[in-house]
């Protein structure tokens, strides 16, 4: 896996539906069959892309995280203002900027535990940068194919600078 990009963003703004689950009872394919028709009627969309969000307690440690641990998940698209009236059934919300790493996963949603494994005690570990407490989240393509071997997605892991093994 290569290096990832290091990025700094404003807020984003975003439409989407939002549910409650964990990586256990995982209802993201039914979260995105319920928004994905939706996409269309959203008049503002940048066409930047199709957004998963994953928003964990503030109090959650990466170590605590375990299969049952329960997280908001957001299937949304970016927007350029929120306009007066939400589609019926949409919900907005605003992506807190920040830094943010940014690595490639390619392949199937089933690899993806293969990327999180490698950043999570891979790269992070030996970085200057430790997780920050913003939601995670991926950017895929409007046809994104959840079933395609080759898909590719970006994905986007809150940091800020580490203070471990400074002098201060």
Known sequence: M????IVTISDIKLIGKHIQTSLEENKT??????????????RN??????????IFSEDLKFEDFNPKTRFEKWAAVE?????????E???S?????????VFIHKGLPSDFPKTSRYIHTEWLP????????RPHFEIMDEDYDPTDPDAEEEV????????IGYDL
């Open 156 to 163: 986007w892991i809150p940091i800020r600078q580490s203070n």
């Open 29 to 42: 394919a039914e979260l995105w069959k319920s928004f994905h028709p939706e996409v269309k009627n959203i």
């Open 79 to 87: 927007v350029d203002g929120f306009g007066d009236e939400l589609p």
């Open 45 to 54: 969309n940048t066409g930047s892309g199709l957004y998963s969000v994953q």
């Open 126 to 133: 030996n970085s200057f940068y430790e997780l920050d407490n």
């Open 89 to 91: 059934g949409l919900e």
């Open 93 to 101: 919300y605003t992506l807190i900027g920040g830094k943010y790493a």
């Open 2 to 5: 290569q290096e990832p990009r």
